[in-house]
């Protein structure tokens, strides 16, 4: 059974940056794409990007500059920065296994979830 | 980017009911749709994919039905654990997007 746990600050200074890691466990990071979602009470679930095993990323055009997302193949992890972060950055952050069904994409395994205050 | 809107917002039912939630994309996104149910807490869980197909596991009280712009999730006989919120959601092109949630309460 494939388990994903985010892990980072849970308290974030305005303006600096935020690091989460998700550790995939059970399974492999290859050959899988691996998205980062976060939810907040007024935008409710946002995609924010993916990256495949083999370093391949793709961000949501719709959010703002300042999202980084990178993968370690060693460590069967994949990690998210977002840089000057501001109070609209809170938000709850999952991170997700990319898969199909069918020809569908679909979000099949996800993180508990990450708590991260963007607060003095 | 691909609009996703859902009705109704919020639900109230009792065990037993019978349930309809809909979702309708701003355009086109054929059957590129997926349900998900998340309890207070939790991450999302898939329902169900490709509009109509039911994850692995997912009790079979649980339908979805529509293609191209119009989506429903059909639950019939509530249980207790049904009561949550549900998100549809689209792939058909990025940025993926999902609904602003149905919140499903207990009468």
């Known amino acids: 059974q494939v388990h994903l746990q985010e892990s980072g600050p849970g308290l974030v200074n305005p303006s600096e940056t935020l690091s989460l890691t998700c550790t995939v466990s059970?399974?492999?990071?290859?050959?899988?794409?691996w998205s980062w979602i976060r939810q907040t009470p007024g935008k409710g679930l946002e995609w924010i990007g993916y990256i495949y095993y083999s370093g391949i990323t793709s961000y949501n055009p719709s959010l703002r500059s300042g999202f980084t997302i990178s993968v370690d193949r060693s460590k069967n992890q994949f990690s998210l920065k977002v840089r000057s972060v501001t109070a609209a950055d809170t938000a709850v952050y999952y991170c997700a296994r990319n898969n199909y069904g069918g020809n569908v994409l679909i979000f099949d395994y996800w993180g508990q979830g990450a708590l991260v205050t963007v607060s003095s | 980017d691909i609009q996703m809107t859902q009705s109704p917002s919020s639900l109230s039912a009792s065990v037993g009911d019978r349930v309809t939630i809909t979702c309708r994309a701003s355009q086109s996104i054929t059957n590129y749709f997926n349900w998900y149910q998340q309890k207070p807490g939790k991450a999302p869980k898939l329902l169900i994919y490709?509009?109509?197909s039911l994850q692995s596991g997912v009790p079979s009280r649980f339908s979805g039905s529509g293609s191209g712009t119009d989506f429903t999730l059909t639950i019939i006989s509530l249980q207790p654990e049904d009561f949550a919120t549900y998100y549809c959601q689209q792939t058909y092109s990025m940025p993926y997007t999902f609904g602003q949630g149905t919140k499903l309460e207990i009468k």
């Open positions: 490709a509009a109509s």
């Open positions: 059970g399974g492999s990071i290859s050959p899988y794409y």
